[in-house]
């Protein structure tokens, strides 16, 4: 397995098309992390099903999040997509999310090439509604069964936002 680490950065965050690799396909209760130490995936925990991902979950190679992860990424497709698979993303948004105290903010993005959807979605504003408040729900809840109130969903920014986010979490990483 390649490090992604090692052979891609963050992408064009200017032009808003980030790279994207998938943790967690959309519908898995099963949290699967990168373990950048061993530049592996791994297998965190098991959640509850009625908790399951309600978008397919991931990261951004060479960033660092507040939280010491690299940046996450909320990836929206009709169809899961495998773990350990990576793409070129449109940024769309930010979920300004705190975890337990510490940010750990999730880049909202879709494929880059989405000729299904006619590459629809370029903001927040284009999805439906309800998609915001199941994305919403489920990451204000989904920690519930074992620390209830420990997840919080602030806000949601734009696309100038994410972006200002994303350079962050590549200075953060510059840093190490």
């Known amino acids: ?3 992604f680490n090692k052979i891609l950065d963050a992408g064009d965050v200017d032009g808003g098309i980030i790279n994207a690799v998938v ?3 959309t519908g898995s209760s099963h949290k699967i992390e990168w373990n950048r130490d061993l530049a592996v995936f791994e297998l965190d925990r098991i959640d509850p099903q009625i908790f399951a991902k309600p978008c397919n979950y991931g990261f951004i190679p060479q960033t660092l999040d507040e ?8 990836l929206l497709t009709e169809q899961p997509l495998p ?3 990576f793409l070129k993303a449109k940024v769309i948004g930010v979920m300004k ?12 993005v879709v494929p880059a090439d989405d000729r299904d959807t006619g590459n629809a979605y370029n903001s927040l504003d284009d999805l439906p509604k309800q998609l915001i408040n ?5 990451f204000s809840h989904y920690k519930d069964l074992k620390k209830p109130g420990s997840t919080v969903v602030e ?3 734009d696309v100038a936002e994410a ?3 994303i350079k962050e979490a590549i200075q953060r990483w510059n840093d190490l």
């Open 97 to 108: 999310f705190v975890d337990d105290g510490e940010v750990d903010d999730k880049i909202v």
């Open 163 to 165: 972006k200002e986010v």
């Open 23 to 25: 943790e967690i396909p």
């Open 67 to 74: 939280d010491g992860d690299e940046l996450d990424v909320l």
């Open 83 to 85: 773990t350990g698979i």
């Open 1 to 3: 397995m390649a490090d």
């Open 134 to 138: 199941q994305l919403e729900y489920h």
């Open 155 to 157: 806000s949601w920014g």
